[in-house]
């Protein structure tokens, strides 16, 4: 960007009263600029939020319509069912942390490596990662089912999913942390860790890591919204995880309130997560020099 | 302490007395896991495809694809995604151009950022649920819409949902790039709005907007939780016919058949992406 | 230091005009940008704006280029009135400071973009193409892509798109900076070109080196939106004033060396 254009024109902001003159051409053009994007801020506005607040009020609706009752959202825990709620609750937390440790073992350490000490491999590691983006998860789950009909041998419970749903996550982790690998310079944090006799292992877990948390909490997030909204792989495979769960309600009692307060709860768990992560982020980089 | 040399590819040489692994081995565990959990399926897949389910290779499983039912499958699956990805795209691009033409730091432009992050991701079955308490047929609080549950159209609708906020993450760096010195010498040299558009803005914009439509298609083909959460009854749609074989209680569970369909659809979204892959480098080149 | 006995006569068909600002104002927000601003210049005049970040040069530039509006003052070219005339329909060549050329075009056919516009036959528009490009001496880098030459060919290249597209009869010339992305190579390489190509037309020129500004007819120091001096160097020298002690305290920075010598280029942001 040219430094001296000391107004970008793009981003004029809106002239206040300016005093009589020779003024209109281009202020015109601004306004109607304008014009249209509020317009559409305000349709598109709308289109995106009327679903989620259908999905709370219809959550909020009590036994007569037109009444409030937050029993829905008291369901989430003690809806019975058939079939019951709160195990595919449970199961879908711990395979969100499960899926999550695995991401911190496996892929960070992984691509830092990678990054410092093998570079030829990142064009591979990059094709792996983003891979899963070109293998829907449709398909993937055909390909799994023999894998796990094995593994079903064992008579393990829905937690073996974490198998797969490490690989659906990888090309978000992937991206998230490319982003804070490059963002910051690990080959000389790197270099000046080792003139200082750091070794490798504390380079990369007491310099690098370190220096890319905000990447690798973003990965994270990432992971966890992609855990709590999985159905793909789980149904097919006849998993019972919250997804397939909603799913199973709603095929019982179609119109069942803890469809929409859990739905609703996921959203917002969702949203939650990422205000967390750009507001601690926001605050990291306002406290950098 | 001296450092220790490293050379271009990181390897070190090794040191006296005592020989370390070399580098490559730290990405071992990396590879098996991949290897068993996306390129194994894949290769089942693909393999699997090709298999009769006694064993033996043979074409019959992707010539049993040549049925007017899995035809119609297929159609299926491309009216939707054709449908969703060109309205997806036209509307994301219309956002986006919105959301760009605002101050880059404005509260309004992370907003929209933000919420198309939340919302990319906002998918499958609660999305059908969002939908059905907005127009659902008994149930719609905004309206009952009696075409809820009509193919295309009906299902379009929800995919439009998640495919205008992929658009706008995909295809707003592209309008970004578009530098201000570029309108304004369009202006200076005689040209109106119309004449930047024709010459300049739209033809550096046309290799992104493809690229970015085609992504959508990939995306929409691909969606399974969302469309089985709309019908699962009925399957229109490829993706759906392979959940059907997977799960089905009808005599053997089906491998072969969803293989072949799954093969089929590799084929499809391989040939989709690579040419979102080309035009993204198309458009890069100007990105300098 | 050069002088107008330098810039004789070329492209004769190009009649250069006078360009008198009058009280130019323009604020953003609570930001003024020019207060008041009076200038003339004159037929065939190269003219520098000088002086620090944000006194208003470039605001100056682009209200003349159309490019904003002016909140009030009036702008003549050649006699006319352009103030309230569209930026496409004033006729000026302009030269930004980075991005200028269109990426997707060749060389060729960002210079001929103009004529384009207006319909001119291609042939006709090729042969004007390439006499603009032999007057910046890039002819044979016609068919090659702006991604394929070096920064000062971009510049030489955007000179020759603004000569082109202003029509015969008329012969204003903009420039913003043109050197600022380019170092002193870059720069010296393209200086004496946008010299001699632009001999006939009246030019307006934004810069803060010293080594561009030696070589124009008047300078014009800006400062706090308006013009606090106005003269040749030689002129603001004797005057001894913000010229002056910019000048000399650029001057004793370079006991031992002439700019060119230095690691450093002479520029005019000491005092900002």
Redesign the interface.
């Known amino acids: 960007m040219a430094a001296v254009n000391e107004i970008p024109a793009l981003g004029v902001p809106a002239e206040p009263q300016a005093p009589q003159g020779v003024r209109g051409l281009r202020a015109s053009q601004r306004r109607r600029l304008n014009a249209f994007r509020y317009v559409a801020f305000t349709i598109f506005g709308l289109f995106f939020l009327l679903p989620l607040f259908a999905m709370i009020r219809f959550s909020l609706e009590g036994s007569k319509p037109g009444t409030w009752s937050v029993a829905a959202w008291k369901q989430i825990a003690s809806y019975q069912g058939p079939p019951p709620l709160l195990p595919a609750i449970e199961i879908t937390l711990e395979l969100a942390v499960i899926t999550s440790l695995v991401m911190l073992v496996l892929v960070v350490p992984t691509m830092i490596w990678v990054k410092l000490r093998v570079q030829w491999f990142s064009r591979v590691l990059e094709f792996l990662c983003l891979l899963p983006l070109t293998i829907p998860a449709i398909v993937l789950v055909v390909g799994l089912a023999p894998i796990y009909n094995r593994i079903e041998r064992y008579n393990v419970s829905a937690l073996m999913l974490f198998w797969a749903y490490v690989i659906l996550a990888l090309p978000y982790a992937y991206r998230a942390l490319t982003a804070g690998l490059t963002a910051m310079d690990a080959t000389t944090l790197s270099e000046a860790a080792r003139s200082l006799g750091a070794r490798w292992f504390t380079v990369m877990f007491r310099v690098i890591a370190p220096n890319m948390w905000q990447a690798i909490l973003n990965a994270l997030m990432l992971t966890v919204a992609l855990v709590l909204g999985e159905f793909t792989i789980a149904y097919p495979l006849t998993y019972v995880n919250l997804q397939v769960e909603l799913f199973s309600i709603s095929r019982n009692t179609v119109n069942a309130g803890v469809l929409f307060s859990a739905s609703a709860a996921t959203l917002l768990v969702a949203f939650a997560l990422l205000l967390i992560l750009s507001y601690v982020g926001r605050r990291l980089r306002r406290g950098r020099p | 302490?001296t450092?220790?040399a490293?050379t271009?590819?990181?390897?070190?040489p090794p040191r006296a007395g005592r020989r370390s692994a070399p580098?490559?081995v730290?990405?071992v565990?990396?590879?098996a896991?991949?290897g068993?959990?996306?390129l194994?399926?894949?290769?089942?897949?693909i393999w699997n495809a090709f298999r009769r389910p006694t064993g033996g290779f043979t074409f019959s499983n992707i010539s049993a694809l040549n049925t007017s039912a899995v035809r119609t499958l297929f159609v299926g699956s491309l009216e939707l995604c054709v449908i969703s990805a060109l309205i997806g795209a036209v509307?994301g691009a219309?956002?986006a151009y919105?959301v760009?033409?605002?101050?880059?730091d404005g509260v309004?432009r992370r907003l929209?950022l933000?919420?198309s992050?939340?919302?990319a991701?906002?998918?499958?079955?609660?999305?059908a649920?969002?939908?059905l308490?907005?127009i659902g047929p008994?149930?719609?609080?905004?309206f009952h819409a009696g075409w809820f549950y009509d193919f295309p159209w009906g299902i379009a609708l929800i995919y439009i949902?998640f495919q205008?906020?992929l658009m706008v993450l995909v295809f707003l760096p592209a309008i970004d790039g578009l530098?201000?010195?570029?309108?304004?010498?369009?202006?200076?040299?005689?040209?109106?709005t119309w004449?930047y558009w024709r010459?300049?803005g739209g033809?550096?914009l046309t290799p992104a907007f493809l690229g970015a439509t085609l992504l959508l298609f990939?995306n929409a083909?691909?969606a399974?939780?969302t469309i089985?959460?709309w019908e699962?009854q009925i399957a229109y749609v490829v993706?759906q016919q392979?959940?059907v074989a997977?799960?089905s209680e009808v005599g053997l569970?089906n491998?072969n058949q969803?293989?072949a369909l799954?093969f089929g659809?590799?084929v499809m979204?391989?040939i989709v992406?690579s040419g979102y892959f080309l035009l993204q480098r198309r458009a890069a080149?100007?990105q300098? | 230091m050069s002088s107008t006995a330098t810039r004789t006569q070329s492209d004769p068909a190009r009649i250069a005009v006078e360009v008198q600002l009058r009280g130019l104002s323009r604020r953003y927000g609570s930001v003024v940008a020019l207060d008041n601003l009076d200038l003339t210049v004159q037929a065939g005049e190269l003219i520098a704006l000088l002086g620090p970040s944000g006194c208003g040069k470039t605001t100056t530039l682009r209200l003349l280029a159309g490019l904003e509006d002016a909140d009030t003052g009036r702008i003549t070219v050649g006699g006319r009135d352009i103030t309230r005339l569209p930026a496409s329909k004033r006729d000026m060549g302009m030269v930004f400071q980075a991005y200028s050329l269109f990426p997707h075009m060749t060389v060729r056919q960002n210079v001929a973009f103009g004529l384009r516009l207006r319909r001119i036959s291609s042939a006709h528009r090729d042969r004007r193409a390439l006499e603009m490009l032999q007057l910046v001496g890039l002819e044979t880098q016609a068919d090659r892509y702006p991604h394929q030459i070096s920064g000062g060919q971009q510049q030489r290249v955007a000179l020759a798109r603004a000569l082109a597209a202003v029509r015969l009869g008329a012969g204003l010339v903009l420039l913003d900076e043109p050197t600022a992305q380019l170092d002193v190579r870059g720069e010296a390489e393209i200086f004496e070109r946008i010299l001699a190509a632009t001999r006939s037309c009246t030019t307006i020129l934004i810069s803060h080196r010293f080594s561009t500004v030696r070589h124009v007819d008047r300078i014009a120091v800006v400062e706090n939106g308006a013009v606090a001096e106005l003269g040749s160097h030689d002129e603001l020298m004797a005057r001894r004033g913000r010229y002056w002690t910019m000048f000399t305290l650029q001057a004793q920075r370079f006991a031992t060396g002439t700019p060119e010598e230095g690691e450093e280029e002479l520029t005019f942001d000491v005092l900002a």
Do not use: C
């Open positions: 302490m450092a220790a490293t271009e590819t990181g390897a070190r580098t490559w730290g990405t565990p990396f590879l896991y991949t068993v959990f996306l194994l399926p894949t290769g089942i897949v509307l219309i956002l919105a760009a033409s605002g101050r880059q309004v929209y933000a919420g992050g939340v919302l991701q906002f998918g499958g079955v609660t999305l649920f969002a939908f308490a907005t008994t149930s719609g609080i905004l949902y205008i906020p530098k201000v010195q570029w309108r304004e010498a369009a202006e200076n040299l005689g040209g109106s004449h010459y300049i033809p550096l990939a083909l691909s399974y939780a089985v959460a699962d993706p392979i959940g997977l799960i569970v491998f969803a293989d799954a659809m590799i979204v391989v992406m080149r100007w300098r």
